[in-house]
């Protein structure tokens, strides 16, 4: 009985610290939240400032229209929100990080080599070449054999290998401790 008062009371006190913890780290937080707000601040103020006139292509806001159908892009940047994300910086200036390049006609990267197949394709076809189980260290060694170019670790061929499996894709093999791996 008295281990168990003891235990509880060893819980409550580390709840006390762990409490007193996330409470500093929540200042922190809020001081870095704050600093992140100052630059955007900083980096808007830096720009040269708008002309107080209206140009013809900047919209006009009438009470009747909803804001939502005018584009970001046509609102000045002192109009937009400030965010606290580090990508604010680039959202003052007018720029939209989300915007995607634009792709061009021909596969392959930006260092201009051929797209690869993906990871997952490669592991099946190697499975599909054999009729018995294989171990996932087999696997990479046989992916490196054959495909020099790439050279994924241990830990992304398994990883791999488990999202094939949760897909069904390829089935999963227990014996003792080792995992072994076939083709659906």
Do not use: F, W
Not at 53 to 63: G, I, S
Not at 87 to 97: C, E
Not at 114 to 119: D, K, S, Y
Request: a neutral charge.
């Amino acid at each position: 009985m008295e281990q168990a008062a003891s235990d509880l009371e060893a819980n409550r006190r580390r709840q006390r610290e762990l409490a007193e913890s996330i409470k500093l780290l929540e200042q922190e937080e809020a001081l870095l939240v704050d600093i992140l707000a100052v630059a955007a601040r900083h980096e808007v103020s830096s720009e040269p400032p708008l002309p107080p006139e209206k140009t013809q292509d900047e919209p006009v806001l009438t009470p009747s229209e909803p804001a939502a159908e005018i584009p970001i892009a046509d609102v000045p940047a002192a109009a937009t929100p400030e965010k606290t994300s580090p990508t604010a910086s680039g959202k003052a200036k007018g720029k939209r990080a989300d915007k995607k390049p634009a792709k061009s006609g021909a596969k392959g990267n930006a260092k201009g080599k051929p797209l690869q197949p993906p990871l997952g394709d490669v592991l099946c076809d190697l499975l599909r070449a054999h009729d018995e189980p294989r171990y996932a260290k087999e696997l990479r060694d046989e992916l490196l054999e054959k495909h020099p170019d790439r050279n994924p670790t241990a830990q992304v061929v398994r990883n791999t290998l488990e999202t094939l499996v949760a897909k069904g894709r390829i089935q999963r093999h227990k014996q003792q401790r080792s995992v072994l791996y076939t083709i659906v």
